[in-house]
C-alpha cells in the first residue's frame, strides 16, 4: 500500500494506493492535466508521473508540473493486513 499527500494551496488530500495500476488511473484521471488533443503524450506524462510517485521514498516529498505538492506519507508491502496478519480469501 502506498498512502501519500497532495497539498494544492491551503488544502491537503490524503490517498491511499493498494496497486499501481490504481495509482496510475489516479495521475491520469486527477494529477495530469489533458491540453488539445495530444493524448499519447498525456497518458506518457500522466504514467511518468505515477512512476516518480511510487519510486519515492517515504519522507520525501516533490512539486508536480501543474504546483501540487506530494509527499510519500507511508509504503507497506502487506495492503491487506489486520492487525499485522496476512488475510486470505478476501
Given at each position: 500500500?502506498?498512502?501519500?499527500?497532495?497539498?494544492?494551496?491551503?488544502?491537503?488530500?490524503?490517498?491511499?494506493?493498494?496497486?499501481?495500476?490504481?495509482?496510475?488511473?489516479?495521475?491520469?484521471?486527477?494529477?495530469?492535466?489533458?491540453?488539445?488533443?495530444?493524448?499519447?503524450?498525456?497518458?506518457?506524462?500522466?504514467?511518468?508521473l505515477?512512476?516518480?510517485?511510487?519510486?519515492?521514498?517515504?519522507?520525501?516529498?516533490?512539486?508536480?508540473?501543474?504546483?501540487?505538492?506530494?509527499?510519500?506519507?507511508?509504503?507497506?508491502?502487506?495492503?491487506?493486513?489486520?492487525?499485522?496478519?496476512?488475510?486470505?480469501?478476501?
Open positions: 500500500m502506498l498512502k501519500i499527500n497532495i497539498k494544492t494551496g491551503n488544502l491537503i488530500k490524503v490517498k491511499s494506493f493498494n496497486t499501481f495500476d490504481s495509482l496510475i488511473d489516479f495521475a491520469r484521471l486527477e494529477l495530469s492535466m489533458l491540453i488539445g488533443n495530444d493524448i499519447p503524450t498525456f497518458i506518457n506524462e500522466a504514467d511518468a505515477a512512476n516518480k510517485i511510487w519510486n519515492t521514498n517515504v519522507g520525501q516529498s516533490f512539486k508536480t508540473d501543474l504546483g501540487e505538492i506530494i509527499s510519500i506519507s507511508g509504503k507497506s508491502p502487506y495492503h491487506n493486513t489486520e492487525h499485522g496478519k496476512q488475510i486470505y480469501g478476501s
